[in-house]
C-alpha cells in the first residue's frame, strides 16, 4: 500500500523509500521518461496515470519551432533503433500556453529537455522557460550542433561545453541538468566540466550516432543518412558510461540507454545512476515505465532492500 | 479512445503463400475500429523484433477484428507462425480512419494497389449503401486477395495487374483513367490505399479530373501515439504525423 510520496508500508512499518534527490528536488521514485520519447506527456495519460511517475520529461524545446529532418526518420536495428528526428519541436513558448496546463495537473516532477543552435538561444530559452509556472527543472541538451562553430556538437568539446553550461547556469535558478553525449572519447571528463560550471545533475547517454545501409538500393535507410542509436543495443554503453560518471562527480547521475525492464533499471542504478530514464521502451510498449516502477518495487522487497540511496552505487568489484 | 491490451488469435489463415488473414479477439473490451484505423501489434514477447508493427483493420468481425497482412520481413514471418490460441499485445485502434461523410458521396470510388487492400474491405463493409466501386491493382493474378468478400457485398472488383494475368494490363490508374473519360463526369468522392508511387500518381491524377481524394499513408512507425515524430509527412502545413493526424490525408494537403 502506498502512502504519499514514494513511500511504502507494510502495516505500520516502513519497508521501502523511493525517492531520490536530484540536486535541490525529490522525486518520489526514480522513473523517469528520457526526452524524445514521452511527447509531452498528454499521449501516454491515455494508458496510464502519469502522476506515478518520478518525473515527466518533454520533448527537447527551443526557442522557435524547428520541424525536423525530412523522412524515413526511423529504422529498427538489432535490439535497438535508428531515429533523425532532427528535434523537430512545436517551441517554447507554444509548449508553456499549450502543453504545460496539463502536466501542471499532474501529481509529477516537470523536467523539459531544451537546446540551442547558438549560447544566446540556450540562454534565451532557458530564461523563458524559468519564468514559466510548474516547470521543476531543466535538462540541457548538449548533443546538438552549434552554429557558430560550424556545426560541431555543443557536448564534445570540454571548452565550449563549459562556456554554455556556465552561461545557461547564470540565467536560471532552476535545478540544471545537463544531458552528455556519449560519442566522446572521455565522458567522466565531460560530467566533471558540466558539474564544475554548474549543473546540479548529470544525465546520460544521449543516443549513439549510428547508420543504416539498405543493400539493394545502396541508399541509407535514413533521409539524413545518420541517426541516433537508441534501445538494448547501447544499455552496456551506457551502464558503463553511468559508472564512470558516478566515480567521478558528486552531483547525482541520471542513467538511461536501453531501459526496457526493471533489471535494466535496477543494473544502472547498481552503477552509480541516482534516477533512470525510460526511452525507446516508452515505444515496446506505453506501459514500460510503470512496468520498471513496479519492478524495482519488487526487487527492492525480494531482495530486503529499504532504499534508493542502500541501493546506489553498490556495484562490488574484484 | 485507443488501449494497450492482449488478444487471443482466433484464426491466422493463409491466403497466399505469402499472404495471411489474422482474426484477433480482444481480451478487454476496446473501442470499434473505424475503417483506416490500425493496430500496433507485438508479435512476440522477446523484445526482438523490439517496435511494435503497424497493420490497418481489416474487417470487424463478432468479437474482435481481422489484420490482413503480407509477410515482408521478420515480424510478419513471425506473426505468419502463430497459432490459433497464442495471444498477442496490441495497441489501438489509431489514427483518424477514412472521413465518411464526404460532399459528392453518392459516386464513391475506391482504389486499392496491393497489400492497399487491406483497409478497404472495411470501408466497404460501412458504405456498401452507397453502392461503390471499386478499382483494384496487382502485381500479379495471385496476389488479388478478398474478391468474393467484395462480391458478397455486392462490389464487382474493376481489376488490373502488371502482367495481365487478371482484368486490364496496367496500372489501377489507366482504368481509372479510361473509366472517367467514358462516364463523362468527375464528381466522384475517392478513397484509396496502396503503393506511395500508386498514390502519388493518383493524387496528380485526381488533381487534375479535380477529384476529392482521401489517401491511406504509411511510413515506418516507432509508437504509433504521435510520440516519437518519426512517421512524419511532408504536408502544405508542415509535417504531420502519419499516426496521429493520419494515417488518412486529403490528397491536396501532401507534398509528394
Ligand atoms: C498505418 C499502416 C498500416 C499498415 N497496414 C498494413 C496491413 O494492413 N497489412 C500489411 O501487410 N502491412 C501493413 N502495413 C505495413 C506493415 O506495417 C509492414 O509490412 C511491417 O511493419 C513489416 O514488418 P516486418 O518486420 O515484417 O518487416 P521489416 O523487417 O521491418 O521490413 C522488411 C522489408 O519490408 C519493407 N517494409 C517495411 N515496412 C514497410 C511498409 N510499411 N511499406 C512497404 N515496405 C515496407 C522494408 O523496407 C524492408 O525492406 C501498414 C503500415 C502502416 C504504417
Ligand atoms: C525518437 C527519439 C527522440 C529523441 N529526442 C530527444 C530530444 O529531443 N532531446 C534529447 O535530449 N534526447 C532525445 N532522445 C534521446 C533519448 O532521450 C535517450 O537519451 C536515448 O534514446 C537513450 O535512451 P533509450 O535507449 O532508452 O532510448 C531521443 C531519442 C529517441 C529514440
Ligand atoms: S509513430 Fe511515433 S509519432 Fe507516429
Redesign the interface.
Known amino acids: 500500500m502506498q502512502r504519499g510520496a514514494g513511500l511504502f508500508f507494510k502495516g505500520d512499518n516502513l519497508v521501502i523509500d523511493l525517492s531520490v534527490s536530484i540536486g535541490k528536488i525529490k522525486l518520489k521514485n526514480p522513473v523517469m521518461t528520457a526526452s ?4 509531452y506527456g498528454d ?2 495519460a ?2 496510464f496515470d502519469i502522476g506515478r511517475l518520478g518525473a515527466v520529461v518533454v ?1 527537447g524545446l527551443s526557442l522557435k519551432p524547428k ?2 529532418n ?7 536495428t ?4 535508428l ?1 533523425s ?1 532532427g528535434l ?1 519541436n512545436i517551441g517554447a513558448e507554444k509548449f508553456i500556453n499549450e502543453k504545460l496546463p496539463f502536466l501542471r495537473k499532474h501529481d509529477t516532477t516537470v523536467v523539459v529537455n531544451f537546446f540551442g543552435d547558438t549560447i544566446e538561444e540556450y540562454v534565451e530559452a532557458a530564461e523563458i522557460l524559468s519564468s514559466a509556472d510548474g516547470i521543476h527543472a531543466l535538462e540541457m541538451n548538449i548533443s546538438c550542433p552549434n552554429k557558430e562553430e560550424g556545426w560541431s556538437i555543443f557536448g564534445t568539446d570540454p571548452k565550449v561545453t563549459a562556456k554554455v553550461v556556465n552561461a545557461v547556469r547564470k540565467s536560471t535558478s532552476l535545478n540544471l541538468i545537463v544531458k552528455l553525449s556519449p560519442n566522446v572519447t572521455d565522458i567522466a571528463q565531460m560530467a566533471k566540466v558540466a558539474e564544475d560550471a554548474g549543473a546540479d545533475a548529470v544525465s546520460l547517454i544521449n543516443t549513439i550516432t549510428g547508420m543504416a545501409v539498405d543493400i539493394k538500393t545502396r541508399r541509407p535507410r535514413l533521409a539524413n543518412i545518420k541517426g541516433g542509436l537508441s ?2 543495443a547501447i544499455r552496456p554503453v551506457a551502464v558503463r558510461m553511468v559508472w564512470e560518471c558516478y566515480n567521478a562527480v558528486k552531483i547525482p547521475v541520471i542513467g538511461m540507454g536501453g531501459i ?1 525492464t526493471a533489471d535494466d533499471a535496477v543494473e544502472f542504478i547498481i552503477a552509480g545512476a541516482s534516477a533512470i530514464a525510460v526511452g ?1 521502451g ?6 514500460a515505465s510503470m512496468n520498471v516502477l513496479e519492478g524495482i518495487e519488487k526487487y527492492m522487497s525480494d531482495e530486503g532492500i529499504n532504499s534508493i540511496d542502500e541501493l546506489r552505487g553498490s556495484l562490488i568489484c574484484g | 479512445m485507443s488501449e494497450i491490451f492482449r488478444a487471443k488469435i482466433k484464426e491466422n489463415r493463409p491466403l497466399t503463400n505469402h499472404h495471411y488473414l489474422l482474426t484477433l479477439h480482444p481480451l478487454i473490451n476496446i473501442a470499434l475500429p473505424n475503417p483506416g484505423q490500425f493496430f500496433m501489434l507485438s508479435v512476440d514477447e522477446s523484445l526482438d523484433p523490439l517496435l511494435k508493427r503497424p497493420f490497418s483493420v481489416h474487417r470487424t468481425v463478432e468479437g474482435g477484428f481481422q489484420i490482413l497482412y503480407r509477410v515482408v520481413g521478420k515480424a510478419t514471418k513471425i506473426l505468419s507462425a502463430k497459432s490459433p490460441g497464442d495471444e498477442i499485445e496490441a495497441l489501438g485502434p489509431l489514427g483518424n480512419g477514412f472521413p465518411l461523410n464526404i460532399s459528392n458521396s453518392e459516386n464513391v470510388i475506391l482504389t486499392a494497389g496491393g497489400m492497399g487492400i487491406a483497409p478497404m474491405l472495411a470501408l466497404a463493409d460501412k458504405i456498401a449503401g452507397l453502392k461503390p466501386l471499386l478499382f483494384y491493382g496487382a502485381r500479379t493474378a495471385g496476389e488479388l486477395l478478398c474478391l468474393d468478400d467484395f462480391r458478397d457485398s455486392g462490389i464487382e472488383p474493376i481489376i488490373s495487374t502488371d502482367d495481365g494475368t487478371c482484368g486490364r494490363k496496367g496500372s489501377v490508374i489507366d482504368s481509372l483513367e479510361s473509366y472517367i473519360s467514358s462516364a463523362g463526369s468527375n464528381n466522384f468522392g475517392l478513397y484509396a490505399c496502396g503503393p506511395k508511387p500508386m498514390l502519388s500518381s493518383l493524387s496528380k491524377f485526381c488533381a487534375k479530373h479535380e477529384i476529392t481524394a482521401y489517401m491511406a499513408l504509411e511510413e515506418s512507425m516507432a509508437c504509433g501515439i504521435g510520440t516519437c515524430l518519426g512517421c512524419v509527412v511532408k504536408t502544405n502545413e508542415g509535417y504531420k504525423r502519419v499516426c496521429k493526424e493520419g494515417p488518412v490525408f486529403s490528397s491536396r494537403e501532401i507534398i509528394w
Open positions: 524524445g520519447t514521452f511527447g499521449e501516454f491515455e494508458y520533448k520541424q525536423g525530412p523522412p524515413p526518420r526511423i529504422v529498427e538489432p535490439a535497438g533503433m531515429n528526428i523537430q534501445g538494448p526496457v525507446t516508452n515505444f515496446v510498449t506505453p506501459l
